[in-house]
C-alpha cells in the first residue's frame, strides 16, 4: 500500500505524539449544506466545531444555486468561531486543510466577481445536453475523464450555457469551482487540485492536463481554467485583511486539500486496497481507492484523481435519507422519525414482497440519469406502514450496493466497509447494510470525516506527517457491526428481483 497514496518526503522530526496533542489542526469544509470549520489536535481527537448553513436558490424547476460570496463569509466566520470554542494559543495551530463539495461551477470576471451564483452539484438544468451527448461522443470523452456525463458535471453546465448563449458565460474570463474561488479570494492565486480538477468532467486523468476535446465542446479555453496541483500544496501568505478578521497569523500554513469524497474516505482510514467508504447522510456515496486512474467501460461509476497514482473510483446517490423524510411527509406522520423506524423493526426482512427502488429526486449512480423516477413494486392490501418504511429502509441498502457491484468490476470484493453519515443512527438500517453485503460494517466514531482528512492533508502539506498512510494510527475505534449470513443469501435473492425490476422500469424514465 506504500505505493499508492505515499509521498517520498524528507520526514522531519518532531516531538513526538505526546507534545503533539498539544498542538492542533484545522479542516475547513465547504460543504453544500453547509460551511463547516473543525478543530482537531495532531493525534485525530476532536476539539471543537463551528457551522453556517448554506442558502439554497430554485430560481428555475431542477435548477440548484448558492451564493458564493455568502459562503466565503460563512468559511471567515466558522475559522473565527471555531478557533474561540477551542481557547487555543496562536502558536498553538500548525496548519488549515480544505475540503470542498464537486462539481460547483462559477462564472467570474478578470477581478474574479461572480457573475451570477454558482451553479451545485444538483441542479439539472442540463439534462437534454446530458442525453445528447450520450448518443454522441459522450462515451469517448468518459472514458478520458472519469466523469460520468451527467447534468452534475461543470461540463455539461457549460454544455447548457454554450447552448442558451447564458449572459454569465459569455462574459466570463475564468470558470472556477468554490475552492477555486476562496483560494484566489484569500491567497491571490488561481488553482484547482487533481480531485476537483477531475470532478469537473473536463480533465484528462491519464495524462492529468485539461481535455482538449471537453474544452472545445464546451467553448471554452483552458486559459479560463486554473493551474492543477496536488493536494499537499502549500497555498501563497494569507491576506493580511483576512489573516485578522480571523484572527490568525498571515503566515500560518494552509494547504490546499481535495475534494470532499476523496477526504472522507481518508478520514476513515479507507485507504488501502479493498477498504470501501460508505457515507449515508441525504444522499449518500460509496467510494474506494485504487492505483493509477481504471475507468469503468460500462460507465456506472466515476474514476476521480486523488494524486497523481492514484485516484477514487465510485459512485453517489442522490436518495439517501431524504427518501426516509420524503416518506415521513408523504405520511403526513407528525411523530419522531425513530418512531417510524420503530414500526419497521417489527416487518421481517423483504417487507413481505415490498420492493423500492429509491430514485425519488432522479439518479446518480449506477444510472445516471436526472429522469430516474421511484417506485414501490408489489404493494398489496396487506401492508402496512411499516412495511413502506422497512421498503424504504431496504431499497436505499439495495441502490448502494448496486453501485458497490459496479466498483468490484474494477477493485475486486471489498475486505472493509466503513460507513459514516446520518443514517448510521438506525440500528435498523445499518443492520440492513450488513446483512446485504455479508460483510463486517465498521461505524465511523466521528462525524467529521472529511474535515479530519482535509487536516490530516494539511499535516502531510507541511511535512507534520510522512504520509496520508499514518492516519490509521490516529483514528477512534468506532463499532462493528456484524451480518447475519442466513438473511445475507435471502437478500441477494432479493437483489436479484430489484435489479430486475429497475431494469425493466428504465423504460419508462421519460
Avoid at 493536494?231 to 489573516?243: D, N, V, W, Y
Avoid at 423483504?350 to 420492493?355: D, Q, R, S, T
Avoid at 468490476?409 to 440500528?427: D, E, H, R
Wanted: proline share 4%; net charge negative.
Amino acid at each position: 500500500m506504500r505505493n499508492l497514496l505515499s509521498f517520498n518526503l524528507n520526514r522531519k522530526q518532531y516531538k513526538g505524539w505526546e507534545n503533539m496533542q498539544k498542538e492542533y489542526v484545522i479542516g475547513l469544509d465547504l460543504g453544500t449544506t453547509s460551511v463547516k470549520a473543525v478543530l482537531f489536535n495532531t493525534n485525530g481527537q476532536f476539539i471543537a466545531e463551528a457551522e453556517r448553513l448554506n442558502t439554497f436558490y430554485y430560481p428555475n424547476p431542477d435548477w440548484a444555486e448558492q451564493d458564493p460570496q455568502e459562503l466565503e463569509k460563512s468559511a471567515r466566520f466558522a475559522l473565527k468561531e471555531v478557533i474561540e470554542k477551542g481557547k487555543i494559543g496562536q502558536d498553538h495551530l500548525v496548519a488549515i486543510g480544505f475540503s470542498c463539495a464537486m462539481h460547483s461551477l462559477i462564472c467570474v470576471d478578470e477581478q474574479y466577481q461572480p457573475l451570477s451564483n454558482m451553479i451545485i452539484w444538483s441542479d439539472g438544468r442540463s439534462s437534454r445536453q446530458a442525453e445528447s451527448l450520450k448518443e454522441g461522443k459522450g462515451k469517448e470523452i468518459f472514458l478520458k475523464t472519469g466523469a460520468p456525463i451527467h447534468p452534475m458535471t461543470p461540463f455539461l453546465k457549460l454544455l447548457w450555457m454554450k447552448e442558451m448563449k447564458d449572459d454569465a458565460y459569455l462574459k466570463a474570463a475564468y470558470h472556477i469551482s468554490m475552492q477555486e474561488y476562496l483560494i484566489e479570494k484569500w491567497f491571490g492565486e488561481r488553482i484547482i487540485d487533481y480531485s476537483m480538477a477531475s470532478a469537473t468532467g473536463l480533465l484528462n486523468i491519464q495524462k492529468v492536463e485539461w481535455e482538449e476535446e471537453a474544452l472545445e465542446l464546451a467553448g471554452i479555453r483552458k486559459e479560463q481554467l486554473s493551474k492543477i496541483v496536488p493536494p499537499t500544496t502549500r497555498l501563497p501568505r494569507l491576506k493580511s485583511e483576512i489573516a485578522e478578521e480571523i484572527g490568525i497569523p498571515e503566515d500560518l500554513p494552509f494547504v490546499i486539500g481535495a475534494a470532499d469524497g476523496q477526504l472522507a474516505n481518508l478520514g476513515d482510514g479507507a485507504i488501502a486496497p479493498g477498504e470501501v467508504a460508505i457515507s449515508a447522510g441525504t444522499s449518500g456515496a460509496i467510494r474506494q481507492f485504487i492505483s493509477g486512474a481504471a475507468v469503468n467501460e460500462t460507465e456506472e461509476t466515476f474514476t476521480y484523481l486523488f494524486t497523481k497514482n492514484s485516484s477514487i473510483i465510485g459512485g453517489a446517490t442522490n436518495n439517501g435519507g431524504i427518501t426516509l423524510q420524503w416518506l415521513k411527509d408523504l405520511l403526513v406522520f407528525k411523530g419522531p422519525l425513530e418512531d417510524l423506524l420503530h414500526e419497521a423493526e417489527a416487518i421481517d426482512l423483504g417487507a413481505e414482497g415490498l420492493i423500492f427502488h429509491p430514485y425519488i429526486n432522479g439518479e446518480r449512480a449506477p444510472l445516471w440519469n436526472q429522469r430516474a423516477k421511484g417506485n414501490f413494486y408489489g404493494l398489496t392490501i396487506g401492508h402496512t406502514r411499516g412495511h413502506l418504511v422497512r421498503a424504504v429502509l431496504e431499497g436505499i441498502v439495495l441502490n448502494l450496493y448496486q453501485i458497490g457491484q459496479s466498483l468490484e468490476k474494477l477493485a475486486g470484493p471489498p475486505k472493509k466497509i466503513c460507513v459514516n453519515g446520518g443514517l448510521t443512527k438506525s440500528s435498523l438500517w445499518v443492520q440492513i447494510l450488513a446483512d446485504v453485503f455479508g460483510q463486517e460494517i465498521h461505524l465511523s466514531d466521528t462525524p467529521y470525516s472529511a474535515a479530519w482528512g482535509a487536516a490530516w492533508t494539511a499535516l502531510v502539506g507541511i511535512e507534520k506527517v510522512g504520509s496520508f498512510e499514518e492516519i490509521k494510527d490516529n483514528l477512534p475505534a468506532g463499532k462493528v457491526v456484524s451480518p447475519n449470513h442466513l438473511r445475507h443469501e435471502q437478500y441477494k435473492r432479493i437483489f436479484k428481483q430489484y435489479e430486475r425490476f429497475g431494469k425493466d422500469l428504465a423504460a419508462y424514465f421519460i
